[in-house]
């Protein structure tokens, strides 16, 4: 059997078996019409319409289907399909889905926009939860917000300031921000404050000097500051 291209969707109707075999694929099966039997790995499953089945790469398996049946079938190499296996589809909406995707595949002018997006419609509706976990997180270019914070000194800065400039909400931010640094939003940019006015300050400039350019209300409150910082090493 030739691999499928990825990602494609087709109308498939079952009868008698044709023998067990295996894929190097994702084969996902969702029950438009009649009830199919399978045997996949030695375990039985039954798909009825609105049932589904994932079966994964290298799982030998066998169908039958007496009365015939007729499903909604994806062959798909997407890794994200490993977290739905065992999982039955979220009623109704995967069947709703599927029923859609088939009046598509269906028709001659077949709906290319709804067929493009339909695999991966379907990998949510059959288990958003899984799904939704698996979605990469916006990355978060730390010296880039670091270098944003410096230039923005002369202005007070808030964690409603770095969450805009890393396009995250302020709970994300500072989540992220405890996660990633290990330390609140605001020790952050009090860190990046420090580092900043420890640089100038070993460059020779003075402290009225350092304290106006990085943001501190007076010499006094810089001085207090850095003795802190160095305390603490």
Same mark, same amino acid.
């Given at each position: ?87 039955? *589809? ?52 730390? *010296? ?40 609140? *939003? ?48």
């Amino acid at each position: 059997m030739h691999a499928p291209v990825a990602n494609s969707l087709s109308l498939r109707s079952y009868g008698a078996s044709r023998g067990s075999h295996a894929h190097d694929h994702f084969q996902v099966l969702v029950g438009l019409g009649g009830v199919l039997e399978l045997e996949v790995e030695g375990r039985g499953r039954r798909v009825a319409p609105g049932d589904g089945c994932v079966v994964a790469p290298g799982d030998r398996h066998d169908f039958e289907a007496a009365g015939g049946s007729r499903c909604l079938v994806l062959d798909t190499r997407q890794a994200a399909w490993s977290a739905c296996q065992g999982l039955a *589809p979220a009623a109704p909406q995967a069947l709703m889905l599927a029923n859609y995707l088939a009046q598509c595949l269906a028709r001659a002018d077949a709906h290319a926009l709804a067929l493009h997006h339909g695999p991966q419609l379907l990998l949510e509706a059959w288990a958003p939860r899984q799904t939704a976990l698996q979605r990469p997180r916006r990355r978060i270019d730390w *010296p880039a917000l670091a270098a944003w914070a410096e230039a923005h000194w002369h202005a007070p800065i808030g964690v409603a300031d770095l969450a805009a400039v890393a396009c995250l909400s302020p709970s994300q931010f500072a989540q992220r921000c405890r996660e990633e640094q290990q330390m609140s *939003p605001m020790q952050w940019l009090r860190a990046q404050r420090l580092v900043q006015a420890r640089a100038l300050r070993d460059g020779g400039m003075a402290v009225a000097e350092t304290a106006r350019r990085t943001g501190y209300r007076s010499p006094s409150a810089l001085t207090a500051a850095m003795r802190r910082l160095d305390s603490r090493r």
